[in-house]
């Protein structure tokens, strides 16, 4: 124990040397009196393994209270690697990356007045959200910038939700963790700022007050030895990259722990930040996920509740208010180049998206805008036609942009040869940094490239894997290695063109959370990706129809 404490101590005046790297001050610049740097010693001693060493004396048994509005991602002044022109290419005011990055601003910030203007309940839940006014702003948006391209096919169509399709959203809520005086002294109710319900939660009468009870990954081997019988379990999940991967094991032990009798579960997300995360579907009772460093202290409480004995006490007040949302209204914007050739070439990218979206998918519908641009400029019609489409996406059910294409424009449709789906793909990459926060939890920083990028051609045609396989030397854009023959969710709704999809696509840990803002885009990534595809768009345009269709 004392060769421990030796270690610790060592390690904290250690760091006090060389400085901590993290964005707080470094400690020993804050005073030069003795007395202060000592205490910051204390300090680091007791942040060595924060949670876990926390003073028994103060508040909720003196740890470190979650919160804060640190970014997810800390991004260093260390840019992202600059594009380099492939020979033959010319600088075009299109592809400029600050160009589209301001675009990928105007996007963002349909979102944040969503937020701002309370368009769905407190404001708590916002976004691009088709159905709503902030989905119709960015696709509007688009129609607009297609006409100013100098296209002058541009048609902004209706989309009317399906009617037995609904839209489930929470319009407010708070998770309090509640007070007792077995926590220490001053122990005042605490809000867990990142708690978000899962669709389609509901409490009859609005609140739900019950224990929590720790179940670590819930696997049915550590559900044997718990009873969550009245009682909100607490399972922590620890994604391998994202959420999209979770979502099979954690909805199924979401669903088995209230089979046992949970009243309520909360998905403890360790992930970067402390962020709000709209994934995960229902459990049968109300669930929340929780963001990492709230969950960090969640689970840090119930490990000194459970040394003093006193577990039991930790309880939790849920208030919420929720919305089914039916008859919804949505548009898309469709803009047609003529070519030679009525064959058609369709270019696709959603414009709905949870909180800002930078990365899902504003990126993706400023790089479509670029293209249009670059395709739209005067000079000679392409050898087939293209077919730009900014869809009302596909997050909300019973609104789906690409089949209300394919059914309100049934000539495009037929003629179309190949479809691109440009979806999440200028996100900066991010690793764990060498630096915590204050209570221990692990911080991320970007690091100079972007998030590796998936490639599905689902025809897998080899004339179109030759031309990707050779995107990272050409233009630098970071594809994964493999070849795939993968499609997304916004693909799928093409499933009635039977030609080659191809879906360009990002899926980094932070999708779907507000973690993927506007400061972890990168703008020699936008224009990597622009560039790329249009050589894509060009050669394919080009091509042998064999080629694109074996
Ligand atoms: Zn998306």
Request: include cysteine; charge should be neutral; charged fraction near 20%.
């Amino acid at each position: 124990m004392r060769l421990e404490r030796f270690s610790v101590r060592r390690r904290a005046e250690l760091q006090l040397r060389l400085g901590s790297g993290s964005k707080e001050p470094p400690y020993a610049t804050q005073s030069k009196s003795a007395l202060a740097l000592s205490l910051a010693i204390a300090t680091l001693i007791w942040a060595g393994h924060p949670q876990a060493r926390a003073s028994a004396e103060g508040p909720w048994f003196g740890l470190v209270l979650p919160g804060g509005t640190a970014p997810a991602v800390q991004v260093g002044p260390r840019p992202p690697r600059p594009v380099v022109l492939p020979d033959g290419e010319q600088a075009a005011a299109e592809f400029d990356g600050s160009a589209i990055k301001r675009d990928v601003a105007t996007l963002v910030q349909f979102a944040k007045d969503s937020r701002d203007r309370r368009e769905v309940g407190s404001g708590q839940m916002w976004g691009r959200i088709a159905g709503f006014p902030s989905s119709d702003r960015a696709v509007a948006w688009a129609a607009d910038q297609f006409r100013q391209a100098g296209i002058k096919d541009v048609r902004v169509q209706p989309i009317a939700q399906e009617a037995r399709a609904s839209l489930w959203l929470p319009l407010n809520w708070k998770v309090t963790l509640l007070a007792d005086p077995a926590f220490g002294a001053g122990t005042t109710d605490l809000v867990l700022s990142s708690a978000l319900p899962v669709g389609p939660s509901q409490i009859a009468g609005g609140t739900l007050t019950a224990p929590l009870v720790y179940v670590g990954a819930a696997s049915p081997a550590v559900l044997n030895h718990i009873d969550v019988k009245g009682k909100i379990a607490v399972q922590l999940v620890v994604p391998q990259g994202h959420m999209l991967f979770e979502r099979g094991s954690v909805d199924a032990r979401s669903e088995e722990l209230v089979k046992r009798g949970a009243v309520g579960v909360f998905n403890l997300i360790r992930l970067p930040g402390n962020e709000l995360s709209r994934d995960f579907t229902d459990c049968g009772n109300p669930c929340f996920n929780i963001g990492g460093r709230d969950g960090w202290f969640l689970e840090a409480l119930l490990d000194r509740a459970a040394a003093a004995g006193v577990q039991d006490k930790v309880r939790v007040r849920i208030d919420l208010a929720t919305e089914t949302f039916r008859g919804l209204k949505a548009t898309n914007a469709v803009a047609v180049i003529p070519g030679r050739s009525p064959e058609t070439l369709v270019l696709n990218a959603h414009a709905d998206g949870w909180f800002e979206g930078a990365g899902d998918n504003a990126d993706g519908l400023a790089v479509l805008v670029a293209l249009a641009r670059h395709f739209g400029k005067a000079g000679a019609p392409p050898e087939r036609t293209l077919v730009f489409v900014a869809s009302a996406g596909h997050h909300t059910p019973g609104i789906n942009g690409p089949r209300s294409f394919v059914a309100a424009n049934t000539d495009l449709a037929r003629q179309a040869v190949m479809l691109v789906n440009i979806e999440h793909v200028a996100q900066r990459n991010f690793s764990p940094a060498r630096t915590t926060s204050k209570d221990g939890y692990r911080e991320a920083v970007a690091d100079s490239g972007e998030a590796p990028i998936a490639v599905g051609v689902t025809n897998n045609s080899r004339f179109l894997q030759a031309l990707i396989d050779r995107g990272p030397a050409t233009h630098g854009v970071n594809f994964i290695s493999a070849p795939s023959t993968f499609q997304s969710g916004e693909t799928g709704g093409w499933a009635e063109l039977k030609v080659a999809k191809v879906s360009v696509m990002q899926a980094p840990p932070l999708y779907h959370t507000t973690g993927e803002v506007l400061d972890v885009i990168s703008a020699p990534g936008l224009e990597r990706i622009a560039r790329f595809l249009s050589g894509f768009v060009t050669a394919a345009g080009r091509a042998a129809g064999a080629d694109l269709n074996p």
